[in-house]
């Protein structure tokens, strides 16, 4: 997996990715009708199917993603397994009338990540120097 990520990255198209602990380690928020929120611990047993990573590519199509799903290693090997491939929302998706408020909001969030990452870069910084 490790080579076909190097390949992703090679192709100018893997933007993100990660594995995910499995369910064990992990929480469920469920929400119910008005405030109501119940946790719920892992492993989650009744779930049939469980995300176990994911990647964030840019393709230009679907089917770009398709066949390069077609060529990934096998995620479970000895087991059957599948990869879901679903797009991002965009700002065309919700109508012309939205897309210049959809674009704001993607540019605040973007802003705001920008200096959370810049905050923290700081922080490592001053951590190292103790």
Do not use: C, H
């Not at 080579?3 to 993100?16: P, R, S, W, Y």
């Not at 405030?35 to 049939?48: A, L, N, Q």
């Not at 199509?61 to 090997?77: I, K």
């Amino acid at each position: 997996m490790g080579k076909f990520n190097e390949e992703l990255i090679k192709a100018g198209i893997l933007l993100d990715g990660d594995g995910l602990k499995p369910s064990s380690k992990g929480k469920r928020v469920r929400f119910s009708p008005g405030k109501r929120r119940t946790v719920i611990d892992g492993p989650f047993t009744e779930t049939k199917e469980l995300v176990a990573g994911y990647w964030i590519w840019q393709v230009k199509s679907l089917d770009e993603a398709v066949e390069w799903v077609r060529r990934s290693p096998d995620p479970m090997p000895g087991e059957e397994s599948e990869i879901e491939i679903r797009p991002f929302y965009e700002p065309e998706d919700f109508g012309a009338e939205y897309a210049p408020d959809f674009k704001a909001y993607e540019e605040r969030l973007e802003k705001g990540r920008a200096e959370l990452k810049a905050f923290r870069a700081e922080a490592e910084k001053l951590n190292a120097k103790k």
